[in-house]
């Protein structure tokens, strides 16, 4: 139960993957802790992508800390439902103590604490994580001319699969791994068009996401600065050729165009005049952070974030980010790479706490 007289260590925000594999170090460092989730089932934003959604690793390369992922019989990718059960079943088998539904809607400092508004009740902590994810924050870019588009325009977050765009013509923009993988199946029952600022840089066919972590743990390291913006899934650019995208490729269904200037009333129109009449436009373009109920703790930036060091925000430090993308910690927002990011955390959160107790210091 909420309680304003009795403040716990940590409050995480958010019982997607990310706050779960901070539940798990928080559980095993002995903390005091919930996990307030605003959903009413578990899983994360997985329940929310599209039915034929397939992981870029194998589920033995998709684990949270403690405990692997189950295979999925006869599938060597799990699907997206594979994932959210395994979820739930995970915050299960750590008994981690998540409430739901109990929407954050607000933050605010409280002498020296950090105080919670929940649609359900108040909660007062001494450390924060949010772990709120990407989902809920499509983005789509400011192109001149959809507000007189008269036919349908969508993002990644509303397709839930093909059917209904049988025998439509498409315009998928985008060219990260999102637009890849729906053109794929798309490009099988209607006529598409993929638009993308710049050429697609498809990884080689043997590399799934299994090295993805690695790579993008070295370029975080080399490059040693936080990513300006979302970069496709996991803040990871390069397209990862899974079976059906491989076999798109191969029947010619993925050559990108270059990005169009603007959206007319019936299609799309280049720089150099070139028209092509749509009846859909479907942006898959990204999604920024989910940080709305922490604005009043910290300013945001045009690309929604916070200035961190590491995942502490600079202008609370009592507040940490996890998941979020390689600016909150490199690969932090793939089921593989959560773990590494939330340990770390956890473990700078817990130090401080028994500093604090052991000195009387808060
Ligand atoms: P989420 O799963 O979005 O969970 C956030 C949770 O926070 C949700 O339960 C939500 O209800 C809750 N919440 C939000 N706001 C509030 C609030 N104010 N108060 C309380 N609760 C709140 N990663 C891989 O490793 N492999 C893949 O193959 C892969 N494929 C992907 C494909 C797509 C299309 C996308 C979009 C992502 C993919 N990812 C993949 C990336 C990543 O693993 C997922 O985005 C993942 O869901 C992120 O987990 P999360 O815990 O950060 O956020």
Request: with cysteine; aromatic share 8%.
């Amino acid at each position: 139960m909420p309680t304003e007289e009795h403040p716990i260590d940590v409050a995480v925000i958010g019982a997607g993957q990310a706050g779960l594999a901070a539940g798990y170090f928080l559980r095993r460092a002995g903390a005091d802790f919930v996990i307030l989730d605003a959903a009413d089932r578990p899983g994360g934003s997985w329940p929310l992508y599209w039915d034929s959604l397939r992981l870029f690793s194998p589920a033995a390369h998709s684990m949270l800390p403690g405990w692997w992922m189950p295979e999925e019989e006869g599938h060597e990718y799990p699907s997206a439902a594979h994932v959210a059960s395994y979820l739930s079943a995970y915050e299960r088998r750590y008994d981690l103590p998540v409430h739901r539904p109990a929407r954050v809607r607000r933050a605010e400092r409280a002498d020296g604490l950090l105080r919670l508004h929940t649609d359900t009740g108040t909660w007062l902590a001494r450390r924060v994580i949010s772990a709120t994810g990407t989902w809920n924050a499509p983005h789509t870019p400011d192109v001149p001319g959809r507000d007189v588009f008269a036919g349908t325009q969508l993002h990644t977050a509303d397709y839930r699969g093909p059917q209904e765009f049988t025998g439509q013509r498409v315009v998928v923009v985008g060219g990260g791994n999102s637009a890849a993988q729906i053109l794929a199946e798309l490009s099988t029952v209607a006529t598409t068009t993929w638009a993308t600022a710049r050429p697609p840089r498809f990884l080689p066919d043997d590399i799934d996401g299994r090295a993805l972590f690695a790579i993008a743990t070295r370029a975080q390291q080399a490059a040693g600065r936080r990513a300006s913006e979302q970069q496709g899934v996991a803040g990871l650019g390069d397209i990862v050729v899974v079976p059906s995208v491989r076999e798109a490729r191969e029947r010619g269904a993925l050559k990108a165009e270059p990005m169009f200037a603007r959206l007319s009333r019936t299609g799309v129109v280049w720089a150099d005049g070139t028209t092509l009449e749509c009846d859909v436009v479907l942006w898959c373009t990204g999604f920024r952070p989910v940080l709305d109920h922490l604005g009043s703790l910290a300013p945001l930036d045009e690309h929604g974030q916070m200035a961190v060091e590491g995942t502490r925000s600079v202008a609370e430090p009592r507040l940490h980010l996890l998941g979020y993308g390689d600016w909150t910690g490199a690969a932090s927002a793939t089921l593989i790479g959560a773990a590494r990011t939330a340990k770390a955390t956890v473990a700078q959160i817990t130090g401080e706490l028994e500093h604090e107790a052991r000195t009387g210091t808060a």
